[in-house]
């Protein structure tokens, strides 16, 4: 056989070999998971789609915590209360007609020392009473029920000073009891003034002297009182 139809052999051959072949289809099987979020993948492409299965509403509520101490109320109780009749004593007043002079006593131990310092005090026409004061015993108590007012309470002494004697507001010399420097304190309101005399060596104490010819125009301290007697 000539070597060109060999090959024509050949070839019909394969031909038929091929076409007689058989033919495998694969499959390719996409795989789709479901969660909160699904993700779709199909052959070389990705596609992604978001899609809460559930929708989550969280609510705080915030509480306010009010917190309320109680403690103790101490009230002092602050008083302006006047002495009674029983804790005040007069403060008289006795007048030397032979110097023109004035003292000033509480007690009887006062009298005692203005005679011994001075012959001629009149006990009887020559005395006056020039208002009243916090007695010396009396004053503890005072300070217990006037408790605001006391702060103002001071302890009136005299002191002789050549012929007149002059007022203190420590206790020294002749104790006339408690006095006060503020107006109204403890019901103190006898505003008590002093005069120089224009004829004798004397200081006068009182309410008002510009009626005496004596002591007219010869106030002192600028016409203030220097303390505060009760009535």
């Avoid at 070597?3 to 070839?11: D, E, H, N, P, T």
């Avoid at 006795?94 to 002079?101: D, R, V």
């Avoid at 224009?198 to 301290?221: C, K, P, S």
Wanted: hydrophobic share 30%; with cysteine.
């Amino acid at each position: 056989m000539p070597r060109f139809v060999k090959i024509g052999v050949l070839a019909m051959l394969l031909l038929q070999a091929y076409s007689q072949q058989t033919t495998t289809t694969t499959t390719s099987t996409s795989t789709t998971t479901t969660r909160p979020s699904t993700m779709t993948t199909t052959g070389s492409s990705t596609t992604t789609t978001i899609s809460p299965s559930t929708t989550a509403s969280t609510t705080i509520t915030t509480s306010t915590l009010t917190i309320t101490t109680t403690r103790p109320t101490t009230t002092t109780t602050v008083r302006n209360t006047s002495p009674s009749a029983a804790q005040l004593w007069d403060i008289t007043f006795y007048y030397n007609w032979w110097f023109g002079t004035h003292a000033f006593c509480a007690d009887s131990a006062c009298v005692t020392a203005i005679q011994a310092n001075g012959i001629g005090y009149d006990m009887v026409f020559g005395k006056g009473t020039l208002g009243k004061a916090v007695s010396e015993s009396a004053i503890g108590a005072v300070r217990a029920s006037c408790t605001s007012g006391s702060q103002n309470l001071r302890n009136l002494g005299f002191t002789k000073s050549g012929g007149k004697y002059l007022h203190n507001l420590d206790g020294t010399g002749l104790k006339q009891g408690w006095v006060s420097t503020v107006g109204g304190s403890c019901g103190a309101t006898v505003p008590i003034r002093r005069w120089n005399s224009r004829f004798t060596d004397d200081m006068m104490y009182a309410v008002d002297l510009e009626w005496n010819t004596w002591y007219r125009g010869m106030g002192q301290d600028g016409g203030q009182p220097v303390f505060y007697l009760w009535k």
